[in-house]
């Protein structure tokens, strides 16, 4: 099993930056990615960001290209979001994943995700 906690959400206005960790406990040698998904109030969680621990590729939503950033550091088995011109559809509970997603395309699907973390909520204000 692997556990993940996220940290960094908060209340900002649109424009600023927030940047978001998520540290992962337990059998992390399981995981090959780690990526990032959002859920607005009634909405579907929805692909963010993901990155792959060997080599770290990357995959962004196109909403959040150019202007969100993931990274890790594998010695820390932690995930990081970068977060900046952030703008009010930004808003929602930040979930952090974690698992093996076989192909580019999975990446983007919550289902073909292992692990979820509780969430932490970003708000981006006008």
Partial sequence: ???????GGGLVQAGNSLRLSCVASGRTSNIAAMGWFRQAPGM???FVAAIRRSGGNT???PSVLGRFAVSRD??????YLQMNSLKPMDTGIYYCAA????Y??????AGRWDYWG???QVTVSS
């Fill in 118 to 120: 509780q969430g932490t």
């Fill in 44 to 46: 579907e969680r929805v």
């Fill in 1 to 7: 099993q692997v556990q993940l906690v996220e940290s």
């Fill in 59 to 61: 995959y962004y939503a």
């Fill in 99 to 102: 698992g093996s997603p076989t």
């Fill in 104 to 109: 580019s395309e999975d990446h983007y699907v």
């Fill in 74 to 79: 594998n010695a820390k088995d932690t995930v």
